[in-house]
């Protein structure tokens, strides 16, 4: 039985169908071809045509007549007739053609605006995106190819409310739907998944509750908790352990952490003030900190429901920090800063410590900008609910630095660290939730689904994005299955419990597309200003502000790269208008993608090519290099669970109780017993080391998987200048971490910032930034 048809479709004119040739089929294997991967095979297809009777093929049609899927990566024509080489990238699933309507179709890899379309694959290129859309009815199958839109709706226990979708057992969550060709390769499956974060839930989380229960869920010391990485965890096995963890054989398994990088040279550097501030530039999350520019701080919030929120910090607190300035003189020097996460927790703060075991507040920083660009965080204010009700305020406490000359270890000394880790902990739960998941994870999946339905596999745009979002619906589908999923790693680890993906989600009402580009998110929270004579036209109030400078570079680097790439299919805003697929590209990713924001005045009209070069620059920017920044990095510094606790499980300590009297006789160990339990560290330690790993199938920026993208050698030059630009940024990026004054790049804890370095290997390496979001 012939099994694989294949067709020609030549672009000849003979109506709307275009000419189809005869029908050719795969013949013996290929053995004297270049080398291919692993799993490869390459077959030969003969096809026979007249060309001055029918043209030049544009694309062919498949069926497959076998009764399994198989994974078509490419098709190429040799010695074609007056144009040599043809090729059609493919890389997708091929299922048996009793599941769909048509034959596949795929085209060659030259791209075409709508209009210029050949009139014979005019019919063929609506017909395969009709087919992408669906019909919005029944039950999406493996083989279906629909990309479409629905709520992340399992925040809580699903068995408590029918409205939500079922939760697949850890066995089967590979099945829950997402479209074939977004699935996962079986390499990159290898390299974590599997491996991994199944295991981490269905076999260590069950192995390490049981080790933990009672008072073996605590770290009596700082040294206790350094046992994770100089002896190990040791836990039980069995056949199902020895199928998911690596087919170990062995009846023990020792999860033995590799240390992280912020105690690799120092065991106590972290807790240096300098450290707790040069994280906010240089760590996980450094999108937060803001220029302050009005004192005391005032709050958002709504007075009617919230009433008073405005900050108690006074003058007085930090007059002695200042260097002989007043306040209002700092204030206009530019030389106070805020790390602000009162107004997005009060909310919730009550909920989170009146219904869970979390025990934790709303914090303020205020930090002052020395003369070398280091920060000194002068104070903290600690923020509760009133007592009476959200209607009268918060009840504040504001702690600041033992003065230089407090012996260490001394009461004062202790408590301040005690208060640092309270901020530190809001922190973590704002990178993970709102700077990691939501800016980047959440925000950018109705870009993919929109592009995947209103723009064609040939449309140029199309193929400026698509690499950008390769397996972010896989890790997504995956994360609701396991990680932000009701009951999930999230709610048990981080403070906001059973509220974390609530929390999370009420904060895409701040969330603004066009404040995603990074010089607008400079500006926006006063870190940096206009300045048209400095290299990208900004000057930073932070001179060395390492995630900043680096950042401007590949952001001016991938915004050049779109500006030359787009020019070459637009030489007219006209062109834009016009573009028919564009302009519903655009409209349904605002008006359904991100439905909720539809009325919103910010965003692009998509009326010019200068609005399509920022909106495309500003996707490429969250789908690499902003979540490389924040995401590849974790293990790094909250690998180390004292540095970035996740939860805090008590309140201050008052004077006069046992809690205090603990804090001053004991304060390593009133210290951890704040902080996230032993369970909550290894499951989020354990977790975190997979998200930080680069698979060895990863595709970098200024990389493609294949050479042949397109026939455009314009495009394709323009590329070879992107690429040349990023290694040129990886030059500057080294060489600013060998300037010993350039503090924030490395700081008390010898870290070289090196997370919006473009390029990496597999592993978990600390730098690269990959195309997309691919963990």
Known sequence: MKRFPIVLLFCAENGNKGKLGKAAYLEKWITTIAPLKAGETAYDVSFEWEEEEIGVPGGFLIKNNHHNEFFLKSLTLEDVPG?????????????????????????????????????PLVKYREKELVALRGNGQGELKEWDRVYDYACYNDLWDPDDDPNVESRLSLLMTLDIYVPRDERFSHLKLSDLLLNDLEAIVQIVKPELEDL??????????????????????????????????????????????????????SRTAWRTD?????????????????????????????????????????????????????????????????LDHHDTVIPYLRRINDN??????????????????????????????????????????????????????????????????????????????????????????????????????????YKLLHPHFRDTMSINAIARQILINGGGVVELAFYPAKYSMEFSSSLYKDWNFTEQALPQDLKKRGMAVPHPESKHGLRLLIKDYPYAIDGLDIWSVIRNWVSDYTS???????????????????????????GDKRDEPWWPKMENREELIESCTTMIWIASALHAATNFGQYTYSGYMPNRPTNSRRF????????????????????????????????????????????????????????????????????????????????????????????????????????????????????????????
């Not at 080489?85 to 493919?90: A, Q, W």
């Not at 690596?246 to 398994?253: E, F, G, S």
């Not at 834009?576 to 990713?589: F, P, Y």
């Not at 009297?661 to 330690?685: C, G, H, S, W, Y």
């Open 83 to 119: 144009e040599g080489r043809i090729h059609f990238p493919c890389n997708s699933w091929v299922y048996p053609a009793k599941n769909y309507t048509n034959d596949r179709v795929f085209f060659t890899n030259k791209s075409y605006l709508p209009h210029e379309t050949p009139l």
């Open 274 to 338: 300098e450290e707790f501030a040069r994280e906010m530039l240089a760590g996980l999350n450094p999108v937060i900190i803001s220029l302050l520019q009005e004192f005391p701080p005032r709050s958002k919030l709504n007075a009617k429901v919230y009433g008073n929120q405005d900050s108690s910090i006074s003058e007085e607190h930090i007059r002695h920090f200042l260097k002989g300035l007043t306040v209002a003189e700092a204030i206009k020097s530019n030389k106070l800063f805020i």
């Open 568 to 594: 070459l299919y637009y030489k007219t805003d006209e062109a834009i208008r016009s573009d028919t697929e564009l302009q519903m590209w655009w409209k349904e990713l605002v008006e359904v993608g991100h």
């Open 356 to 461: 869970t075991t979390s025990k934790t507040y709303a914090t303020r920083t205020i930090l002052y900008l020395q003369n070398d660009d280091t920060l000194k965080p002068m104070a903290i204010e600690l923020s509760l609910p009133h007592p009476d009700g959200d209607q009268f305020g918060a009840i504040n406490k504001v702690y600041t630095p033992p003065p230089a000359d407090q012996k260490e270890g001394s009461l004062e000394e202790i408590i301040w660290q005690l208060a640092k880790a309270y901020v530190a902990v809001n922190d973590s739960v704002s990178h993970e939730l709102i700077t990691h998941f939501l800016h980047t994870h959440a925000v950018i999946e109705p870009f993919v689904i929109a592009t995947n339905r209103q723009l064609s596999l040939i449309h140029p745009i």
């Open 212 to 265: 933990c229960s009672g008072n073996g869920n605590e770290f009596d010391s700082f040294d206790d908790a350094l046992t994770l990485y100089d002896g190990g965890v040791k836990l039980s096995g069995g056949p199902t352990l020895d199928n998911l963890w690596k087919n170990n054989p062995l009846d023990i398994i020792n999860l033995k952490y590799p240390l992280p990088e912020v105690i690799r040279e």
């Open 652 to 775: 201050m300590p008052v004077e006069g109780t046992a809690e205090f009297e603990e804090l001053r006789e004991n304060p390593d160990r009133a210290f951890m017993r704040t902080i996230t339990a032993k369970l909550q560290t290894l499951l989020v330690i354990s977790l975190i080391e997979v998200l930080s790993m680069h698979s060895s199938d990863e595709v970098y920026l200024g990389q493609r998987d294949t050479a042949e993208w397109t026939v455009d050698l314009e495009a394709t030059a323009a590329f070879e200048r992107f690429g040349k630009a990023l290694a040129e940024v990886e030059e500057r990026i080294v060489e600013r971490n060998r300037e010993e004054k350039l503090r924030n790049r490395h700081g008390p804890v010898k870290i070289p910032y090196t997370l919006l370095f473009p390029s990496s290997g597999a592993g978990m390496t600390g730098k690269g930034i990959p195309n997309s979001i691919t963990i």
